[in-house]
């Protein structure tokens, strides 16, 4: 029993380069999300996931795209890395009922932008 | 939307003290409340939170928080912390009927031994 699964967990990239962060989950959650974590400014929202089928934006959507497969399944995309960009990514999954859940999470990708 | 903010970005304790972080978020709704904790090198797990019902709640490893409606807090709280207690600690919230959840800029907590 993984719970949620991050792919790759270390990532270097040269600027204007694209990667996809893939995350999955075993836990039969609905909902799923990507973080950002920067020193200083905690954990921002990316997108969000309320269940299959479904995206949308969170804080700081500007610059990634995702895309949720399945319902174990949820991928982040930068189309065009940039600097700004690097980063520690978390996926996590939970939430439960309308957000009411604890939320599990993965180990972390660390992104570096060059 | 709401936001949350945490006071302290760095406390430096000795083991046995006691420790309180503080937690304010902006929301004038109903609110969903969480305390999650990162520990060196690890992912982010859940320490407690708060729906409804006793502003004191409990969780994990003699950790304790009190929501104050009035004054938009929710701060957590240890009598007594051990050199284990050393992690990042982060605040969390979301208005009721939310999927986002919105984090602190979180607190580092480094216990002496």
């Known amino acids: 029993n993984a719970g949620v699964t991050q792919t790759p967990k270390f990532q270097v990239l040269k600027t204007g380069q694209s990667m996809t962060l893939q995350c999955a989950q075993d836990?039969?959650?609905?909902?799923m999300y990507w973080y950002r974590q920067d020193p200083g400014m905690g954990l921002r929202l990316i997108y969000y996931?309320?269940?299959?089928?479904?995206?949308d934006k969170g804080e700081v959507p500007n610059g990634y795209n995702v895309s949720r497969l399945n319902k174990r399944e949820f991928s982040l995309r930068l189309e065009s890395a940039a600097p700004s960009q690097t980063s520690v990514y978390f996926c996590?999954?939970?939430?439960?009922?309308?957000?009411?859940?604890?939320?599990?999470f993965g180990e972390g990708s660390r992104l570096t932008v060059l | 939307a709401q936001s949350v903010s945490q006071h302290n970005h760095h406390v430096i304790l000795s083991e046995a003290a006691s420790l309180e972080l503080g937690c304010n978020y902006s929301?004038?709704?109903?609110?969903?409340l969480f305390w999650y904790v990162q520990y060196p090198g690890q992912h982010l797990q859940l320490l407690l939170k708060?729906?409804?019902?006793?502003?004191l709640v409990k969780g994990i490893k003699g950790f304790e928080a009190e929501f104050i409606k009035s004054k938009f807090s929710f701060n957590l709280r240890k009598p007594s912390v051990q050199w284990s207690d050393t992690a990042e600690y982060f605040c969390?919230?979301?208005?009721?009927?939310?999927?986002?959840?919105?984090f602190g800029a979180g607190t580092t907590v480094t216990v002496r031994a």
């Open positions: 996590a999954a939970g939430g439960g009922a309308q957000g009411t859940g604890e939320l599990f």
């Open positions: 836990m039969n959650h609905n909902s």
């Open positions: 996931s309320a269940s299959e089928g479904t995206t």
């Open positions: 929301y004038g709704g109903t609110v969903n």
């Open positions: 708060y729906f409804s019902g006793d502003p």
């Open positions: 969390a919230v979301n208005a009721q009927g939310d999927y986002k959840l919105s």
